[in-house]
């Protein structure tokens, strides 16, 4: 038994050590399907919403987590980590939610985004914190104030949409 333990051991390592494949990072992982979720949820935004608010930060956010997906990708590659190419299976389910709603579409789409940039700052905070890796602390740590300023807007937008704070409307036809 001792020996399968040591075996199975040995070709973890191996699989670990620079120049084999490539490593799955729980930062990175984390990080890419937060960003596959917001970027694939804002283009739903785009098409659903009535709001021009709220079309305007699904806008906003397209364009950061388009820049944000590149320098992920690029740091990734730099490191030999993967990358996930699809949103958690969590955030497929969220996203089918918000694919399926019509009636308060925007005031789910806010609430969902407000959710995950709370997460994304944790994470992000967590990784700028107490990384180990110089290159993975640096990117969460330059990247902190850009999420601060999403979530900042999206519980400003939150806020706006709840209904005792009288919602949001739309321009008439």
């Known amino acids: 038994m001792k ?3 040591a075996i199975c051991l040995a070709i973890l390592a191996l699989g670990t050590q620079p120049g084999n494949a490539e490593t799955i990072d729980a930062f990175i992982e984390e990080a890419a399907q937060q960003s596959l979720f917001q970027n694939n949820s804002a283009r739903i935004a785009l098409e659903k919403s009535a709001l021009p608010e709220v079309r305007d930060f699904a806008k906003q956010m397209i364009a950061d987590h388009e820049r944000f997906d590149k320098q992920l990708r690029q740091l990734a590659q730099s490191q030999r980590m993967a990358v996930p190419g699809e949103p958690s299976t969590a955030s497929k389910a969220r996203q089918l939610r918000l694919e399926s709603r019509d009636e ?24 700028a914190m107490s990384s180990q890796n110089p290159q993975l602390k640096a ?3 330059s ?14 937008l939150q806020e706006k949409l709840k ?3 009288g919602a949001l409307t739309a321009p008439e036809p």
Do not use: H
Request: glycine fraction near 2%; proline fraction near 4%.
């Open 3 to 5: 020996s399968l333990a």
């Open 104 to 127: 308060s579409f925007d005031r789910i789409y806010i609430d969902s985004q407000a959710e995950t940039l709370e997460q994304r700052l944790m994470l992000f905070k967590k990784e």
């Open 139 to 141: 990117f969460a740590q």
């Open 143 to 156: 990247d902190l104030p850009g999420i601060e300023k999403q979530a900042k807007k999206a519980r400003d």
């Open 163 to 165: 209904p005792s704070a």
